[in-house]
T-cell receptor, first 118, second 113 residues
């Protein structure tokens, strides 16, 4: 099946610093990727839709200036958490849809990146 | 709007027990339905899917049937193993495709020896 990889898996940073998380589709081209945030014991919250070559589409309530998304190529999307604070600590998961999944909506997910802000 | 409702967990079973995790949905038309599984510390993996009414998705001994009349997509497995311990998410994609999956809140399954 399609493979989506995230890096890093774990990151610890100091409050006020910025952290970049990468999401790559390894064996297919993804014009669209999605970024989710997952709180402990809760479901996934869609943060934004990342579109190759254009601006990301953010969900209501998500600060676009805080969570910068760049989708510079068909295989790479990045999420940068700027000026991170402890409340940004979370599990961030990216996903992508293979072209044939456009109708069914099936997504392939990365392994997730756990961010801890001290 | 679209929504997915799952039974609350955690569900604790003994190995080889029968598993059912209920999932019902609210959506117009004929959405595609999915079950995803999340093992500890990992991202989500697609477990199975069904794209139209009466379809049965199956994988790794798990099954779920798309029931339009009851708007349900219950996950079942005849004999669970310890390795099945994970969080299971039911999800739907609206009719005609689209970008956004709607997820249920997840059900944690714990299987004990």
């Amino acid at each position: 099946g399609a493979v989506v990889s995230q890096h890093p898996s774990w990151v610890i940073c100091k409050s006020g610093t910025s952290v970049k998380i990468e999401c790559r589709s390894l064996d297919f081209q993804a014009t669209t990727m999605f970024w989710y945030r997952q709180f402990p014991k809760q479901s996934l919250m869609l943060m934004a839709t990342s579109n190759e070559g254009s601006k990301a589409t953010y969900e209501q309530g998500v600060e676009k200036d805080k969570f910068l998304i760049n989708h510079a190529s068909l295989t790479l999307s990045t999420l940068t958490v700027t000026s991170a604070h402890p409340e940004d600590s979370s599990f961030y998961i990216c996903s992508a849809r293979i072209p044939s999944g456009r109708t069914t909506g099936e997504l392939f997910f990365g392994e997730g990146s756990r961010l801890t802000v001290l | 709007g679209d929504s997915v409702t799952q039974m609350e967990g955690p569900v604790t079973l003994s190995e080889e027990a029968f598993l059912t995790i209920n999932c019902t949905y609210t959506a117009t038309g004929y959405p595609s339905l999915f079950w995803y599984v999340q093992y500890p510390g990992e991202g989500l993996q697609l477990l199975l899917k069904a794209t139209k009414a009466d379809d049965k998705g199956s994988n790794k001994g798990f099954e779920a049937t798309y029931r339009k009349e009851t708007t349900s997509f219950h996950l079942e497995k005849g004999s669970v193993q310890v390795s099945d311990s994970a969080v299971y998410f039911c999800a739907l994609n609206p009719t005609g495709g689209g970008n956004k999956l709607t997820f249920g809140t997840g059900t944690q399954l714990k299987v004990e020896l």
